[in-house]
């Protein structure tokens, strides 16, 4: 089954904005840090933001004051707010959570399958 559904990437103008949902499914409880990571073609995979089940954020250097990370802990849900988009934003967008597996009850990693977000005019 899947675990967490992105949702929200396409393609944007450079200086356009777009906003990545990531929900997580029944299958996952007790949700901790969720993130935001990138792929570029020929990159790393790279942490584009981060925050906590307190609300506590961080960025990567290269997304600060353009995008906004926010959690609504009672949707299971984490944002991406992407502002003032640029072609090197271009990626393929993947969410992350750590978060106890409801039937394992186990502490587990969770991936999406990532959401592309294309910046071009």
């Known amino acids: 089954q899947v675990d967490l559904v992105e949702s929200g990437g396409g393609l944007v103008q450079p200086g356009g904005s777009l906003r990545l949902s990531c929900a997580a499914a029944r299958t996952i409880f007790s949700i901790h840090d969720m993130a935001w990571y990138r792929r570029a073609p020929g990159k790393e995979r790279e942490l584009v933001a981060a925050?906590?089940?307190?609300?506590?954020?961080n960025y990567a250097d290269s997304v600060k004051g353009r995008f906004t990370i926010s959690r609504d802990n009672a949707k299971n849900t984490v944002y991406l707010q992407m502002n003032s988009l640029k072609p090197e934003d271009t990626a393929v967008y993947y969410c992350n959570a750590d978060a106890i597996s409801r039937a394992t009850i186990i502490r587990t990693n969770y991936w999406g399958q990532g959401t592309q977000v294309t910046v071009s005019s």
């Open positions: 925050i906590s089940h307190s609300g506590n954020t």
